[in-house]
């Protein structure tokens, strides 16, 4: 008994000291679960907090929040999900997968994206109810569909969507590929779509801004690196990293 | 209107050239061994291989595939299409000429009265005996009328006594059939029944042609002669006696000169223990190298000066001991054996 | 006398019965059976439902007429590069159906090589569209065709066309009459397995055809779509979607493979 006892504060001794190269604590690796649309900045997060912390190492899931949010309820194995609706958060907080308060570290507004050289002329909200454009829209059950419905029922438009995707990437792709004439995705998408894509502001679009809430998971494998990449994302250099991406501060 | 067929044929390590005249209502048989070139002959005359032309009367057949050829073939493996019933299957080259299906069919149904088949109309190949579908085959071929019959070995795939039953039938309708056949076969017995003329076809050339009864009492290659079973040797004869190409003379009684075939039955071939006495003027020794039953006879395999086969009765078999290596005695009487100019 | 069989392939072979049957048990024994009534016959399901028939059906329409003459093709013609044509046809069915769509986006898209003639000449558009659907689904599903036909034309007996040929047949009446009968179980097989992949058939479809209600969704959108917020409605579309496959299957089978 006693040389277990020995062992075993040998290996809490280990575990607690710090890394040889010094700086923090954190080790081991960090999951996070992320919506589709934060995916370059999050990368990039992932990459500064790598560097500040060299015994840790973050792995991503990108996906629609909504599948995103099932897959935390049926067990899978996640330190972190940041949501891009609080409606999909509340889906995990509901079932107890959540236990801290979730915060909104960020928000999101919509934009009007056309391919390069605007080939459908379009100028405002108004084009997307014309039938002889192609027109992509997100699908209702997911978060930017969410908001767009909400844009286009105050802006009093019927859109004629030609296809409702099931997440904005994938919207995303076909503007880019210049199928469709214009699509409404966040700013941030157009931002990260670089060259092949034009953005367009449209007055309508502060009527549905989405609110992207983060929360550290239950049973988180990794605890200690959960929490303290939520507090990376909140803190001025995360918040430096989202702005530059096209997120509005929360 | 004779049918006339100079027909070439180039392959891997094999040639056919084979000149036939056929005339209608004539049986010719294509008898030959083993990679002689009969099928491919007959594929050639089909259509179904190129190589050669073909006329008939005033119409040139060169060029034309099988399906626009007047030809009705019987296959060896009869090849009947099994999803379509026995009357379809007789019908199906009236349809697809243009008849109409009623017509068809009723030209279909009188060919399947006239071989017997009638209540088989209905009946699907595979339920139908060797002997049925043969027939089927036959009235398949024979329903469009054609200028050209071919069959390809029609009777090897029947038992013996399915064979004997089929082979005087299938004479009958060939006896009534107007048109050239050309009959492809390897039994000697089918041609021999069937045929009215014989070519014998060795290496994909004609070595021989003739009637029936011309071809057995004179055969000119190996092939032929233990086709129809007898001793074979080419000589030179000077006078009465004959030098064999292959070793021995022997004493004939008809004289005769120069190069020669000569022939005689095995049934002429008497065998003794020990060298007999008395007027056979040809006697040799030879050792026995095989044995052959039959139903009354025994035909005996014999090597020697020459080598030679002898028929006996199964009581001087079991006289005489024979086994192989036995050593024995020939004796041939100068009469029996038969010369003819090669 | 009782035919034994042997333990070493009945434990693997139970073992494999198991993996496949379990998870479709576990789809009827989830399914949400009150609320089954009210979303069968709702609007949704009804439409999906029609356009995934259809669709199934029009692209096995397209496979066989196309498919056929390809396999006849690829199995009796003397075309040099006949192995390297086979090898390719067969491409579709390794490649992701993902990729699938992508590919075909970037030839038959509006920008496509071939599309965006097709755009500007005809004004022929065929993302986004029904027809875009059959596409898709008969790209991914061709190949079952192509391979089941052509491999009951090589184990066909040439000799019977040949007599087909001696009793005056042409040629396309000698593959209508002689040969297509000789080979239907395999095309029978062929398109079965083709009508049963095009049903359900997703990744090339949402990515050339995009989604829909009514024009584009077929059933495995609507399950992918509906698991995005209602597990429940997931669920019992899938169960639609099982049943009517199972239908169809069976009934094709006993009907033509036992002729």
Not at chain 1, 218 to 235: E, G, I, Q
Not at chain 2, 174 to 200: F, N
Not at chain 3, 232 to 237: C, K, P, R, S
């Amino acid at each position: 008994m006693r040389k277990v006892l020995a062992v075993a504060a040998l290996l809490l001794a280990g575990c607690a000291s710090p890394a040889p190269t010094g700086g923090t604590g954190i080790s081991g690796q960090v999951t996070v679960f992320a919506a589709a649309s934060l995916t370059e900045s999050f990368r990039e997060l992932g990459a500064e907090f790598e560097a500040a912390n060299p015994a840790a190492m973050v792995t991503f899931n990108f996906a629609g929040s909504s599948a995103l949010a099932q897959q935390i309820n049926q067990g899978a194995p996640a330190d972190v999900f940041a949501s891009a609706a609080p409606a999909n958060m509340k889906q995990v907080t509901d079932t107890g997968a959540v236990t801290a308060a979730p915060v909104t570290f960020a928000r999101n507004t919509l934009q009007i994206a056309v391919p390069k050289g605007n080939p459908g002329k379009v100028t405002g909200l108004a084009d997307f109810a014309k039938a002889d454009l192609k027109i992509a829209l997100c699908a209702e059950q997911v978060p930017c569909g969410a908001a767009a419905k909400k844009v286009f029922e105050a802006a009093k438009i019927t859109p004629a969507p030609d296809t409702l995707e099931q997440d904005v990437k994938a919207v995303l792709t076909k503007v880019s590929l210049g199928e469709v004439d214009a699509a409404l995705v966040y700013r941030t998408d157009v931002h990260a779509a670089g060259d092949k894509v034009e953005g367009e502001d449209f007055a309508e679009a502060s009527g549905a801004v989405n609110d992207y809430p983060v929360a550290p998971l239950a049973k988180a494998p990794n605890p200690a690196a959960a929490k303290a990449f939520v507090d990376y994302v909140r803190s001025a250099k995360g918040r430096k990293v989202l702005s530059e991406a096209g997120f509005a501060a929360p | 209107m004779t049918l006339h067929a100079d027909l070439r044929v180039q392959r891997a390590g094999f040639s056919l050239h084979l000149d036939l005249a056929l005339e209608p209502g004539e049986v010719v048989a294509l008898l030959g061994p083993n990679g002689a070139g009969k099928t491919t002959a007959l594929r050639a005359l089909a259509g179904l291989l190129p190589g050669g032309r073909v006329r008939s009367g005033e119409s040139d057949w060169d060029g034309l595939p099988a399906e626009k050829r007047p030809i009705g073939v019987v296959f060896q493996d009869y090849l009947l299409f099994a999803h379509l019933t026995a009357l379809d299957n007789v019908a199906f080259g009236l349809r697809a000429r243009g008849t109409r299906r009623t017509e068809a069919n009723a030209v279909a149904r009188r060919w399947l009265d006239r071989v017997g088949l009638a209540d088989l109309a209905r009946a699907r190949p595979r339920t139908l005996s060797g002997g049925q579908a043969q027939r089927v085959a036959l009235a398949r071929a024979l329903a469009t009328s054609p200028e050209l019959l071919l069959l390809d070995e029609p009777l090897a795939a029947l038992d013996v006594s399915t064979r004997l039953r089929v082979r005087s039938e299938l004479g009958r309708h060939l006896a009534d059939y107007p048109g050239h056949t050309l009959l492809v076969t390897h039994d000697p017995l089918d041609a021999m029944v069937l045929a009215d003329r014989i070519v014998i076809l060795e290496d994909g050339r004609v070595v021989q042609q003739g009637t029936p009864r011309d071809v057995v009492r004179q055969p000119r290659t190996d092939y032929v002669a233990h086709l129809v079973g007898l001793n074979f040797y080419r000589g030179v004869a000077s006078g009465t006696e004959v030098r064999l190409g292959e070793g021995g003379t022997l004493t004939i009684a008809e004289p005769a000169e120069g190069p020669v075939h000569v022939v005689f039955p095995p049934s002429a071939v008497s065998l003794f223990p020990s060298k007999p006495a008395g007027s056979p003027r040809n006697t040799w020794q030879a050792v026995v190298s095989g044995v052959e039953q039959h139903a009354h006879t025994t035909r005996v395999d014999l090597d020697g000066s020459p080598a030679v086969l002898a028929d006996i009765t199964t009581a001087t078999m079991a006289e005489l001991r024979l086994q192989p290596g036995t050593t024995l005695w020939v004796s041939l009487k100068a009469t029996e054996i038969h010369t003819y100019p090669r | 006398m009782r035919s034994r069989l042997p333990v070493v392939l009945v434990l693997p072979a139970v073992v494999g019965l198991a993996f496949l049957l379990v998870p479709l048990a576990g789809l009827l024994i989830r399914a949400p059976w009150a609320t089954l009534p009210a979303q069968l016959f709702s609007e949704e399901v009804g439409q999906a439902l029609r356009l995934s028939l259809v669709c199934a059906s029009l692209a096995t329409v397209v496979c066989l007429v196309l498919g056929v003459p390809l396999a006849w093709l690829l199995a009796r013609s003397d075309l040099p590069g006949r192995g390297l044509l086979r090898a390719l046809v067969t491409v579709p069915l390794v490649l992701p159906p993902v990729v699938g769509g992508v590919a075909l986006l970037l030839v038959l898209g509006r920008r496509g090589l071939i599309g965006e003639h097709l755009d500007q000449w005809f004004g022929i558009s065929l993302p986004f569209t029904t027809a875009g659907v059959v596409l898709a689904e008969a790209f991914v599903a061709m190949p079952f065709l192509v391979i089941s036909v052509e491999g009951a034309l090589r184990a066909a007996d040439p000799r019977y066309e040949e007599a087909a040929a001696t009793l005056g047949a042409s040629r396309w009446l000698t593959f209508r009459r002689v040969t297509l009968p000789s080979i239907m179980p395999g095309v029978v097989a062929g398109t079965v397995l083709c009508w049963a992949r095009a049903l359900g058939e997703f990744g090339a479809t949402i990515t050339f055809a995009g989604n829909f209600p009514g024009r584009t969704t077929t059933m495995p959108l609507a399950v992918y779509l509906a698991l995005e917020s209602d597990p429940d409605a997931a669920i019992v579309l899938s169960i639609v979607l099982l049943f009517v496959s199972v239908a169809v299957l069976a009934g094709l089978r006993d009907r033509w493979i036992s002729a």
